[in-house]
């Protein structure tokens, strides 16, 4: 690099001095795995925060006040934000910006204010002690955050590294990949890597009984799939038979045109009007995390049956408003995307849709009678769009021999909001 490169040195010195947070991340080897500017930061805060372990691990170099996180956790970090400008230090756990506490802070302060140390990440730590290569396998946290998260993933064959959150999380994984048909995956637990106390040992899900875990600990797992497990597959249009539903459902094939037509994009939030079985939001979700959804369901019964949904297709974050639609859209998130599936010819339901929509967002609605579709064909006529005819048949025993057998069809309208897609 040539030495006109870059910041000349006293400016730099000048931004690291206005950065008045630091984020330490910290091993199992506590001060060993600390650089120079991590030790410096620590020793050098007016205020250290992090939890008991943390604070623990880094003893001999806070002269500051120590001060560990508040019971329950606060995740708009009042007590940090209130000493902005004071010389304040963080301490995590490995890498703060995966899955850690250098993400919650980031929502509430800006890069520039800053300095972060990061250390090795559990994951990091975990496949270098395997011989897993990083890039080819999935990674989840499961620390404070549901089991269920780890469904989709469970394909055969896949090699998974799952953080949990104490020492009773190994055995309750177990437990659940046993019961949904995956009890003959070889689970390891990696143990307080990096430290003293560092253990790996390996058993399956079905036979699980290692004694005496470590709190802080991850979950290898070599996924293998048993008669009947519960594979959750890829792409839209998943198997009927997959969910628990009462009738009321947008069947596979009606389904899967229907999520085409939303045009589902990464980070964006669908509302789901009229959800019956979930099944719209649930493949929503599914094509990606970054995606969110609100389920919204008039019918006590079908909306237990949503959360029961969800949480077997592991997207427990499906949001579920039990109510009545227009009234229960009011004070809801604004949606990037909107499928009415049910109750749409409902006095203003399809208005109040329209109006909510971001600009740029997109509406499909589809109709299986004619008072709904009566209702799209004049929103077509009003606000344009995309009317589609959807005609399906199924195989059916006709006598000794097999016929086609119509099912009602469906009436779609495609629609989006002028403006600009955020």
């Known amino acids: 690099m040539s030495p006109d490169v870059g910041p000349p040195e006293s400016n730099a010195k000048g931004v690291a001095e206005s950065r008045w947070l630091s984020i330490v991340g910290l091993g199992e080897d506590g001060m060993a795995g600390l650089g120079e500017n991590a030790r410096e930061a620590i020793s050098a805060a007016s205020f250290v925060f992090g939890g008991k372990r943390h604070l623990e691990l880094a003893a001999p170099l806070i002269r ?32 703060p910006f995966f899955f850690g506490v250098g993400v919650t802070l980031s929502r509430h302060v800006t890069s520039n204010e800053f300095t972060a140390y990061p250390a090795p990440s559990a994951f990091s730590l975990a496949a270098s002690r395997l011989g897993w290569p990083l890039q080819d396998i999935e990674t989840v946290s499961l620390h404070g955050r549901p089991l269920d998260l780890i469904r989709p993933l469970l394909h ?3 090699r998974i590294l799952a953080l949990t959150s104490d020492e009773k999380g190994p055995a309750e994984l177990a437990a659940l990949l046993a019961s949904i048909g995956f009890g003959s995956s070889r689970l390891t637990v990696l143990e307080a890597l990096g430290g003293n106390a560092e253990r790996i040992r390996s058993g399956t899900a079905e036979e699980f009984a290692l004694p005496d875990i470590h709190v802080v600990n991850l979950v290898a797992v070599e996924v293998m799939a048993g008669a009947g497990a519960r594979i959750v597959p890829r792409g839209f249009g ?19 045109l229907t999520l085409s037509s939303l045009s ?38 079908r909306a237990a049956r949503i959360r029961r949904n969800a949480a077997a297709f592991g997207v427990p974050g499906l949001v579920l408003v039990q109510g009545q639609a227009p ?8 949606p990037d995307a909107i499928f009415i599936g049910g109750g749409g010819s409902e006095t203003g339901v399809l ?21 709904m579709e009566a209702v799209l064909l004049a929103a077509q006529a009003k606000l344009g769009g995309n009317l ?26 495609n629609w989006v909001k002028e403006g600009q897609t955020s």
């Open 264 to 301: 589902p994009r990464r980070g964006k939030l669908l509302w789901d009007i009229g959800a019956g079985s979930g099944s719209i939001g649930i493949e929503w979700m599914l094509s990606d995390p970054s995606m969110k959804a609100i389920a919204i369901e008039a019918n006590r019964e």
């Open 327 to 334: 009234t229960a859209l009011i004070g809801l998130p604004q």
């Open 351 to 371: 208005d109040a849709a329209i109006r909510a929509l971001t600009p740029g967002g997109r509406l499909v609605a589809n109709a299986v009678t004619l008072d």
């Open 64 to 95: 500051g006040e120590a001060r560990p996180w508040p019971t329950p956790f606060d995740s708009a970090m009042n007590d940090v934000v209130a000493l902005r400008g004071r010389r304040v230090c963080v301490l995590a756990s490995g890498d």
């Open 388 to 413: 589609v005819r959807i005609d399906i048949s199924r195989a059916a025993p006709v006598g000794t021999m097999q016929g086609w057998r119509p099912a009602m069809p469906v009436t779609q309208w």
């Open 238 to 256: 998943l198997d009927d038979a997959l969910f628990e539903h009462d009738g009321q459902i947008t069947k596979r094939e009606i389904r899967a």
């Open 156 to 158: 055969p064959g896949r």
